[in-house]
Every structure is written in C-alpha cells, then in structure tokens.
C-alpha cells in the first residue's frame, strides 16, 4: 500500500514539472486564430508536423 502511494504522489509530481502537452500546445495554438482563413492554415501547418518535435 505505502509503495502504491509513494509511486502515486510521484506521478504528481512528475506531471506538475512536465509542463504542457503536445495536444495542449497545438489546442492554444489554433484557439488563436483571427479568422477562418487563419484557422484552416493553422490546422494545414500542424498536419505537416509544426509540433512534432514538442
């Protein structure tokens, strides 16, 4: 049981330091678009990998 919880809080912890996800980034990434024009080549740039190395 001690163990279980010990490998819980630091999975907590882990995730609090790892700061934001690939899916996260590319959400606020298109969340900042002007217009629909804007968003349509936001959403062409990430289909051809603008975050892929995040």
Not at 5 to 13: D, E, G, P, T, V
Not at 25 to 41: A, C, F, I, K, P
């Amino acid at each position: 049981m001690a163990r279980n919880r010990f490998a819980q809080a630091f999975n907590r912890f882990a995730h609090a330091l790892s700061g934001p996800s690939r899916n996260d980034v590319e959400n606020d990434y298109l969340n900042g678009s002007t217009s629909l024009y804007d968003l349509e080549r936001r959403m062409r740039e990430i289909d051809r990998g603008k975050f892929r190395g995040f």
